[in-house]
């Protein structure tokens, strides 16, 4: 921006194009200086506003005094830097983004194992939780189903008796090749023996 009208015609003679190769040859000299302060990576990546912002506050200085010109800001688009600097820049580059990859990959791997051994503490719990239910369920149909046998018993004890009979029967003659080798007139066949003494 022009603000001393006077000495930008008597550096430039009126001419913007000259105005610009004036300013370009400093801001080169200028960012040559910055660039010497700083390492390739703070100049890549971790200074560049900041240099950005000395640069104008300097470069300002300058081109008031001697072109009557105002600099409002400098942005660099691109840094074009020698092939085996810029390789070893890209090498480091490369080295930190594998070790911040190796570095999310092992927290990544820990909170797996966290999150694993919480689960299967959470089941190991379910499961014992769920096996005491069943054992207590269990229990108490035991005992209610031994309860209706006791009042079914107390009822009419001969039924019962005879059911049971009935049942040791169909278990005791379940295959063909079962054998058994009992007394015929024994307490084992008292239902069946009192079958055929009635028809008798």
Do not use: C, W
Not at 30 to 48: A, D, I, K, P, Y
Not at 66 to 92: H, T
Not at 134 to 157: C, H, K, L, N, T
């Amino acid at each position: 921006r022009v603000i001393d009208t006077f000495k930008f015609y008597t550096a430039t003679n009126g001419e913007e194009a000259r105005a610009h190769r004036l300013l370009a040859q400093r801001i080169n000299d200028g960012l040559r200086n910055q660039f010497g302060e700083r390492t390739v990576h703070e100049v890549v990546s971790g200074e560049r506003d900041l240099l950005m912002v000395e640069l104008t506050h300097k470069l300002n200085q300058i081109a008031t005094t001697e072109f009557g010109i105002e600099v409002v800001d400098i942005r660099v688009k691109r840094i074009d830097l020698p092939e085996q600097v810029s390789q070893s820049v890209f090498d480091r580059m490369k080295s930190e983004r594998e070790r911040e990859a190796r570095e999310h990959r092992s927290t990544g791997r820990e909170q797996a194992e966290f999150i694993r051994a919480a689960a299967d503490r959470e089941r190991t719990v379910i499961e014992a939780n769920a096996y005491r239910d069943a054992e207590r369920i269990r229990g108490d149909g035991d005992a209610r189903a031994a309860e209706i046998y006791a009042q079914a018993y107390s009822r009419d004890p001969e039924f019962y008796n005879f059911m049971r009979s009935l049942a040791a029967y169909r278990d005791s003659f379940k295959g063909k090749d079962d054998i058994l080798v009992v007394d015929s007139e024994g307490e084992f066949f008292k239902y069946l023996n009192e079958g055929v003494n009635s028809k008798r």
